[in-house]
């Protein structure tokens, strides 16, 4: 059974920052496509950053130069480190991964509320 689980999320005042964890279970979690997403209050899910298996990084320009994510494969775990939070950051964050078969897999989400 493939589980992805968040951690780290919490509220934090503008201009803070988090870190946020995820840890996969029954996939190889090495060859995978990995990234997280994040989905506000009455808008659609969307694309925050993602990490291939062999290390290339994609973000969402709304993050750059601000987040930044990796990925511990000895640790079966997925990182965001999260700087210079804003309140437009605020938005429940999911994890994801698509594995070399096609398949993906998404994380229960944990919340990031940034107060101003």
């Known amino acids: 059974q493939v589980q992805l689980v968040e951690s780290g999320g919490g509220l934090v005042q503008a201009g803070g920052s988090l870190r946020l964890s995820c840890t996969a279970s029954?996939?190889?979690?090495?060859?995978?496509?990995m990234g997280w997403y994040r989905q506000a209050p009455g808008k659609q899910r969307e694309l925050v950053a993602t990490?291939?298996?062999?290390?290339?990084?994609n973000y969402a320009d709304s993050v750059k130069g601000r987040f930044s994510i990796s990925r511990d494969n000895a640790k079966d775990t997925l990182y965001v480190q999260m700087n210079s939070l804003k309140p437009e950051d605020t938005a429940v964050y999911y994890c994801?991964?698509?594995?070399?078969?096609?398949?993906?897999?998404w994380g229960q989400g944990t919340q990031v509320t940034v107060s101003s």
């Open positions: 994801w991964g698509f594995t070399s078969v096609g398949r993906a897999y």
């Open positions: 990490i291939s298996s062999g290390g290339s990084i």
């Open positions: 029954g996939i190889i979690f090495s060859t995978n496509v």
